[in-house]
């Protein structure tokens, strides 16, 4: 009988970024040595498919190696008594969008009504599903960050679009401030060890510089960008300087526990043409913000406690005439939260509690000082705490969750809660129901704010809110679609109302305001010529009237549809267009001008002004983008069509705007 001899089996016991480590390029058969066991170590701490948590806000990368294997992967924890997420930027999905800031990233979500008052994120509102700027808490890496003295500066933060790995619309969130939701931001590195330097210029005296790279050495990892960017502006005073600084660090101590520490320094000046009043075009602003924040997690067993203390400074001084200061504000906001999370056969039970003070020293808002403090004469502070309970409960193809929590405050307490329930009657598509009892506080602006245009109100009180919602989603083989929808029953909500008879803004309450909204958004991602295509459409509308003029609250966005494709050639080579169409609901004072371009007056010397409605408009962007080994050249064009367009009545945005830019990674 012939002795037949077996081929030997390779044996691989190492993995690393090697090219010999893709084994699905290799048509042969291995035996993967110890994976079997230590890849299941390595699995218990590291979480590998976004969706399995979507309300996931504390991310860091982490390069870890036992015996022989070594695995980079994303530790999570989720955002605290958050019902659901949805993801409105995703980096690796975005990466080659004509995209340069984070304003410019959330503009074309159907659930977000981006307000801008110029060019590159000089200073933009975020508004969220119908509601208004103040409406929206701000967080960071799960860190709520909101300034309580105006939603203009709330997301002033010192990160730049290739420190954010993602941005995630949050429902249901406990606690004071989420009236219309809360916006997490993500940031993490590209890699576990990197250098990255970009350099970008443009029209109209357009520079921008960034640095950020990585090191992470067992347990340990460090994080840091830092940029600079600028213009001459696009017309007269709307220049602007904007310097970012961002350090993040982990460390993952068996005994001690995970250790997640943020900190963060951003200066911005800004020439302000009509930014708070359209007929002064010589306004200025300069602004800076210091923040930082240390959380803890420890697990015992089916026990975890999770911890965090923060601290937010704002300075901001604001001239009605520039070179001549008007208003200084500073603004301090600390921050200290903890929770327990206890698994048992019933599901999850979490149990926890926040406490912020915020303070402000300020030239026009608060109450008067007996002593001035240096130039500042009046000064404001609270104090607002929140206790909640939180359970869930996940089956095969069923999940449920509730809380129930109470939040005290200057204006007394309140009661609040959510629920929430879903279904996944197939592996590919999911349904959700819920509903969620929010608020929010009148900001120190709301409360105190006078100026030659604006006249404040003390008597304003918290806005309540009781939102229901429905969501779908499907994905499948590269495809994937969405439906969401939500009804919002509002109860005293502010805003700014133009008062013709005062001729001024006037901080006021409506008693009503329900909102509706419809949400579609579809795609298909593959390899090849068309790599991925997007599509989005979103509606919303009110119960009010239009027949106040208001800045923001009743100005929203009716209708929102847009689209976006890219396409890969010449193996690295890309092209990516998005466009919109925007059409806004509402009206504005528009100041009639002479020939000579100067006001029109009456015989008393009162400017004319006429009512107008919002025109829709049209917007294209595009980069074509040429990536190797490591290197990136690319020229984005912004409005490509001219389109000349405002999001605030009468002020006029930049028409077509063009850049290019190279980028250089190392590691």
């Known amino acids: 009988m012939k002795k037949i001899q077996e081929k030997p089996i390779p044996c691989f016991k190492r993995w690393c970024r090697k090219s010999y480590a893709v084994f699905a390029s290799v048509r042969r058969q291995f035996n993967y040595g110890v994976l079997s066991v230590s890849m299941s170590i390595i699995l218990l701490s590291v979480t590998m498919s976004a969706q399995a948590q979507p309300a996931d806000s504390l991310e860091r990368c982490m390069e870890l190696q036992i015996e022989q294997i070594e695995v980079t992967g994303i530790k999570a924890t989720p955002t605290r008594s958050a019902m659901t997420s949805t993801s409105v930027f995703n980096r690796k999905a975005g990466a080659a969008a004509p995209v340069q800031t984070l304003e410019s990233a959330l503009r074309l979500s159907p659930a977000i009504d981006l307000r801008e008052r110029s060019g590159r994120g000089t200073q933009a509102d975020i508004m969220l599903r119908g509601?208004?700027?103040?409406?929206?808490?701000?967080?960071?890496?799960?860190?709520?960050?909101?300034?309580?003295?105006?939603?203009?500066?709330?997301?002033?933060?010192?990160?730049?679009?290739?420190?954010?790995?993602?941005?995630?619309?949050?429902?249901?969130?406990?606690?004071?401030?989420?009236?219309?939701?809360?916006?997490?931001?993500?940031?993490?590195?590209?890699?576990?060890?990197?250098?990255?330097?970009?350099?970008?210029?443009?029209?109209?005296?357009?520079?921008?510089?960034?640095?950020?790279?990585?090191?992470?050495?067992?347990?340990?990892?460090?994080?840091?960008?830092?940029?600079?960017?600028?213009?001459?502006?696009?017309?007269?005073?709307?220049?602007?300087?904007?310097?970012?600084?961002?350090?993040?660090?982990?460390?993952?101590?068996?005994?001690?526990?995970?250790?997640?520490?943020?900190?963060?320094?951003?200066?911005?000046?800004?020439?302000?043409?009509?930014?708070?009043?359209?007929?002064?075009?010589?306004?200025?602003?300069?602004?800076?913000?210091?923040?930082?924040?240390?959380?803890?997690?420890?697990?015992?067993?089916?026990?975890?406690?999770?911890?965090?203390?923060?601290?937010?400074?704002?300075?901001?001084?604001?001239?009605?005439?520039?070179?001549?200061?008007?208003?200084?504000?500073?603004?301090?906001?600390?921050?200290?939260?903890?929770?327990?999370d206890y698994e048992w056969k019933g599901g999850k039970t979490s149990l926890g509690g926040d406490y912020a003070y915020h303070h402000i020293f300020s030239t026009n808002l608060g109450e008067e000082l007996e002593t001035p403090h240096g130039k500042y004469t009046k000064a404001k502070e609270r104090h607002v705490g929140n206790l909640w309970l939180r359970h869930v409960k996940r089956w095969r193809s069923f999940d449920v969750s509730a809380s129930a929590g109470v939040s005290f405050t200057p204006y007394g307490t309140s009661g609040l809660w959510s629920v929430s329930g879903g279904y996944r009657p197939l592996p590919e598509l999911r349904l959700e129901i819920g509903a969620a009892q929010s608020m929010r506080l009148p900001t120190f602006t709301d409360l105190y704010y006078t100026s030659p245009a604006q006249v404040n109100n003390l008597d304003l009180k918290p806005e309540h809110a009781v939102t229901y919602r429905f969501r779908t989603d499907y994905a499948r083989n590269g495809w994937n679609a969405s439906l969401f929808t939500y009804y919002r029953q509002g109860r005293d909500i502010i805003d700014w109302v133009?008062?013709?008879?005062?001729?001024?803004?006037?901080?006021?309450?409506?008693?009503?305001?329900?909102?509706?909204?419809?949400?579609?958004?579809?795609?298909?991602?593959?390899?090849?010529?068309?790599?991925?295509?997007?599509?989005?459409?979103?509606?919303?509308?009110?119960?009010?009237?239009?027949?106040?003029?208001?800045?923001?609250?009743?100005?929203?966005?009716?209708?929102?549809?847009?689209?976006?494709?890219?396409?890969?050639?010449?193996?690295?080579?890309?092209?990516?267009?998005?466009?919109?169409?925007?059409?806004r609901f509402?009206?504005?004072?528009?100041?009639?001008?002479?020939?000579?371009?100067?006001?029109?007056?009456?015989?008393?010397?009162?400017?004319?002004?006429?009512?107008?409605?919002?025109?829709?408009?049209?917007?294209?962007?595009?980069?074509?983008?040429?990536?190797?080994?490591?290197?990136?050249?690319?020229?984005?064009?912004?409005?490509?069509?001219?389109?000349?367009?405002?999001?605030?009545?009468?002020?006029?945005?930049?028409?077509?705007?063009?850049?290019?830019?190279?980028?250089?990674?190392?590691?």
């Open 131 to 340: 509601g208004s700027f103040d409406q929206t808490m701000v967080m960071l890496n799960g860190i709520n960050f909101t300034d309580a003295r105006t939603g203009h500066q709330s997301h002033s933060l010192p990160v730049d679009l290739d420190c954010i790995a993602g941005i995630d619309l949050i429902d249901g969130v406990s606690g004071v401030g989420a009236y219309a939701g809360a916006l997490n931001i993500r940031t993490m590195p590209l890699k576990p060890r990197y250098l990255r330097i970009e350099a970008a210029g443009g029209g109209d005296g357009y520079a921008y510089g960034n640095l950020s790279g990585a090191v992470t050495k067992g347990r340990f990892s460090l994080f840091a960008a830092g940029s600079y960017r600028r213009s001459d502006g696009y017309v007269h005073n709307t220049d602007f300087e904007n310097y970012n600084a961002f350090v993040r660090m982990n460390y993952d101590g068996t005994k001690a526990g995970f250790f997640d520490f943020q900190a963060g320094y951003q200066n911005r000046a800004f020439g302000s043409n009509g930014f708070y009043a359209a007929y002064n075009p010589d306004q200025w602003e300069h602004t800076s913000t210091a923040l930082a924040s240390l959380r803890w997690l420890k697990s015992f067993g089916r026990f975890a406690l999770n911890s965090s203390v923060s601290y937010r400074k704002n300075f901001d001084r604001y001239d009605w005439t520039r070179g001549t200061a008007m208003n200084y504000h500073n603004t301090d906001h600390v921050g200290a939260e903890v929770w327990g």
């Open 498 to 583: 133009w008062r013709q008879d005062m001729g001024k803004w006037h901080s006021e309450q409506e008693s009503k305001l329900d909102t509706y909204g419809l949400e579609l958004s579809g795609g298909y991602a593959t390899e090849g010529f068309l790599r991925r295509v997007s599509v989005a459409y979103g509606y919303v509308t009110t119960s009010k009237l239009g027949h106040v003029v208001t800045s923001s609250v009743l100005d929203y966005m009716k209708h929102k549809a847009s689209a976006s494709v890219e396409f890969r050639f010449l193996r690295n080579c890309s092209l990516t267009l998005t466009g919109a169409v925007y059409d």
């Open 586 to 667: 509402g009206n504005y004072t528009h100041y009639l001008r002479n020939a000579d371009g100067s006001f029109a007056v009456d015989e008393q010397g009162n400017k004319l002004t006429e009512l107008r409605r919002f025109k829709p408009y049209f917007l294209l962007d595009g980069r074509v983008a040429w990536e190797r080994k490591g290197w990136k050249v690319y020229v984005d064009a912004m409005n490509m069509t001219d389109t000349r367009y405002f999001d605030f009545g009468g002020l006029a945005m930049p028409g077509a705007w063009f850049s290019a830019g190279v980028v250089l990674t190392i590691g």
